[in-house]
């Protein structure tokens, strides 16, 4: 089935003893034991597996073409899970340009268990010289956060397959919808279901997608289910909700953000442009081969300094000033103040999530932002 259609009914696995259309929440932790000590309704105890988890792991693993899937409690959560599933000495090939929350984990928590690097990952050369002996996953992030840089995951996922190293794709800004990594040859994906999955900013979640329910995803599992940081049965069945309408909501995202990006593509007080969907992006044929569309992610130079972009974000009336993305509402955010000082992202560097609002109210609000005296 088209993901339209799995988005709605994947989620629904079991008939519900009441006849319930929509599923209902099931907030038991535990779960009765028949005569030979068998759990007849599939789930033991809700850290472990519990309904709504499953109806939201089996939706996305549907959705992205895995084998099988786990929900966690945050997108940081669902990659630190990769991570701590790993043995300690392995070595990560990461982007330098990598979600600001994974490049902290990695240089503080896994200082000293794990060792890496951060190299610009559209060089493939760069790629493939930076293999050790010790090497075991690829991590990229396509299109990465927030200088929107887009890496070929098919070509990536080869090179990582002929060196038996795991391939892992970060791709909350693509949503399931717009791109497939698995499709394309990677191991395992994955998602902040806080941003596009959740889409109302109202849902802390992360998720992992695998292709194989090889000997790392026991790993990853055993994390999942013995850590513990997974997602509330409440959290699980709000964010099924949200799904049921994911692809429709990217269309609107897909179709106001490339009307935002050439809007602030022609402003004079705009220096440059970061949007996939523009045939001035560097890797914008890389993004049509592997994208079916270019969502509503985009970060943008504001002409002059820092204090001209600190103008720009403090004059927006519609758009909130705030951290995030993926939701209904548009969000701006200088994405430098956030990352703190030893943060590499361009100064004057605001990063947009145009949301469903109608597209003219929009880019009113970013014209009159961006009308200095
Ligand atoms: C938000 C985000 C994360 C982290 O997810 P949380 O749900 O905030 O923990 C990871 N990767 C990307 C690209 C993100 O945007």
Known sequence: ??????????????????????????LSTTFFRDEEGGYPGG????????????????TLAQLEYGEDAAAFSSGNTAGMSLFQALKAGSHIIAPDDMYWGFKKQLLTIFEGILTFDFIDQ??????????????????????SNPLLKVTDIEAIATIAKANQITMACDSTF???????????GADLVMHSSTKYLGGHSDILGGILVTAKKDELWERIKNVQQTGGA?????????????????????????????????????????????????????????????????????????????????????KVKLFAQATSLGGVESLIEHRFSVEGPDSKT??????????????????????QALAFS
């Open 230 to 314: 997974v997602p509330s049965p409440f959290d699980c069945y709000l964010l099924t909700r949200s799904i049921k309408t994911l692809a429709y909501r990217m269309k609107g995202h897909c179709e106001n953000g490339k009307k935002v990006a050439e809007y602030l593509n022609e402003h004079p007080q705009v220096e440059a442009v970061f949007y996939p969907g523009l045939e001035s992006h560097p890797q914008h044929e890389i993004a049509k081969k592997q994208m079916k569309d270019f969502g509503g992610m985009m970060s943008f130079l504001v002409k002059g300094d820092v204090e001209s972009a600190r103008k720009a974000v403090n």
């Open 122 to 143: 559209t060089d493939l050369n760069l790629v493939k010289a930076s293999i050790k002996p010790n090497t075991r996953l690829i991590w990229t992030e396509t299109p």
């Open 174 to 184: 693509a949503s399931p919808i717009l791109q497939n990594p698995i499709r394309l």
């Open 43 to 58: 789930h033991m105890y809700s850290r472990v597996s519990n309904p709504n988890r499953s109806a939201l792991e089996n």
């Open 346 to 367: 361009p100064k004057n560097l605001l990063r947009i999530s145009v949301g469903l609002e109608h597209v003219d109210d929009i880019i009113a609000d970013l014209a």
């Open 1 to 26: 089935m088209k993901p339209e259609t799995l988005a709605i009914h994947a989620s629904n696995l079991v008939k519900s003893a009441t006849g319930d259309v929509t599923p209902p929440i099931s």
